[in-house]
């Protein structure tokens, strides 16, 4: 039988222009774990600390009666450009968050998977607003201060995006010379990403395609955290499958080159034969029972791309939202990548010395 060369190892740290070093790590300070000092869940919580603080100095409330929670990343960016007290409050809680990201960066360049990283670009929801954005500027300040030679630089894409590009890194380099497209998704606790990733070839260079000129088309976002229906593990599985099915038919419509393997990232640790083994508690349902295989189950209900059966790969979020980086990564030899969202996301690369020179 004819070995499928779309089919490699699940969670593989081996890939065509980088090795991985690590992912997810769970480096531990007292009883919780480092990472959540820097989350865009922490920064919320210290928000909240100082908004308290504010309104006992003023006896007032600068945010009003909205609950912190509520108060939406953009609201927080149009009260940091007013400048006035509740600016002054969200800047208290920048600061403070800069530091705790320094620190954390500080903790993880300890770990040896994590020595010799010289960049780290980080990611996530947060670094899409201007308050985050403020923040990992203010924290790579520090970190120069403190004379620690490691850079902090916000991810270049879209976080809705960059979970899906980096896929074009994950896939066998020689899926390029046949195919224009593939299909990528990524599975948060909130909301779940899927989209056609494009590769266009260079200019007068025929068939070849670059990688790192991908672009996402057709992105499709679903909030099933807030989406009642969604308490099942079956049911994201089947939302899932219904949005890959809805873009194969599209891509079809179009008349793209698109490739039979489908890339899907997702929380944990994803052991090479696709079962997830850790990491995916704030996801509905149990997926790492160990009788849960996540590509499987999608094969069985996902059409065929152009008259062949897809193969599904999985690959941790964090691991494949660095990878996006990666064209501007290539001056380095090791980086990182850390993601803020509801945790910290968390991974480190080598790049191959083939693909330096």
Same mark, same amino acid.
């Given at each position: 039988m004819q070995k499928n060369p779309l089919r490699q190892p699940h969670g593989s740290p081996d890939l065509p222009a980088v090795t991985i070093s690590s992912y997810s790590l769970e480096l531990r300070e007292g009883k919780g774990f480092v990472g959540d000092r820097a989350s865009r869940t922490a920064f919320r919580a210290g928000l909240d600390r100082w908004r308290k603080l504010y309104r006992r100095l003023l006896g007032e409330d600068v945010f009003g009666v909205m609950p912190t929670e509520d108060i939406g990343e953009r609201a927080?960016?149009?009260l940091l450009r007013e400048e006035g007290d509740a600016a002054?409050?969200?800047l208290s809680a920048m600061e403070d968050h800069a530091a705790q990201l320094a620190r954390v960066v500080r903790r993880f360049a300890r770990h040896p998977s994590w020595q010799g990283v010289q960049r780290v670009a980080i990611g996530g929801g947060f670094k899409q607003s201007l308050a985050g954005r403020r923040t990992i500027r203010r924290a790579d300040q520090l970190l120069r201060e403190a004379k620690v030679e490691i850079r902090l630089r916000a991810m270049h894409?879209?976080?809705?995006?960059?979970?899906?590009?980096?896929?074009?890194?994950?896939?066998?380099?020689?899926?390029?010379?046949?195919?224009?497209?593939?299909?990528?998704?990524?599975?948060?606790?909130?909301?779940?990403?899927?989209?056609?990733v494009r590769v266009s070839g260079k200019e007068g260079?025929?068939?070849?395609?670059?990688?790192?000129a991908a672009r996402v088309g057709n992105l499709r976002k679903?909030?099933?955290? +807030? *989406? &009642?229906?969604?308490?099942?593990?079956?049911? !994201? %599985?089947?939302?899932?499958?219904?949005m890959l099915?809805?873009?194969?038919?599209? +891509? *079809? &419509?179009?008349?793209?080159?698109?490739?039979? !393997? %489908?890339?899907v990232a997702c929380p944990g640790h994803i052991h090479g034969d696709g079962v997830i083994t850790s990491g995916?508690?704030?996801?509905?349902?149990?997926?790492?029972?160990e009788n849960f295989h996540l590509p499987h189950k999608l094969m069985e209900v996902l059409p065929s791309i152009n008259g062949i059966p897809p193969t599904v790969c999985l690959h941790n979020d964090a691991v494949v939202q660095g990878l996006s980086e990666l064209p501007w990564m290539r001056d380095v030899s090791r980086w990182a990548v850390l993601t803020m969202g509801t945790g910290l996301g968390n991974a480190s690369?080598?790049?191959?010395?083939?693909?330096?020179?």
């Open positions: 927080v960016d149009e002054a409050v969200i894409h879209h976080s809705d995006e960059g979970g899906l590009i980096g896929w074009v890194h994950v896939a066998p380099a020689a899926l390029w010379r046949h195919y224009d497209a593939m299909l990528a998704v990524d599975i948060g606790g909130t909301n779940v990403r899927c989209g056609i260079d025929g068939k070849r395609r670059d990688p790192d679903w909030g099933h955290a +807030a *989406d &009642k229906e969604t308490t099942h593990r079956e049911h !994201l %599985v089947q939302g899932i499958a219904d099915t809805r873009l194969i038919d599209k +891509a *079809d &419509k179009k008349g793209l080159k698109l490739a039979p !393997l %489908v890339g995916a508690q704030n996801l509905p349902g149990d997926w790492e029972h690369y080598v790049n191959d010395e083939a693909q330096e020179d």
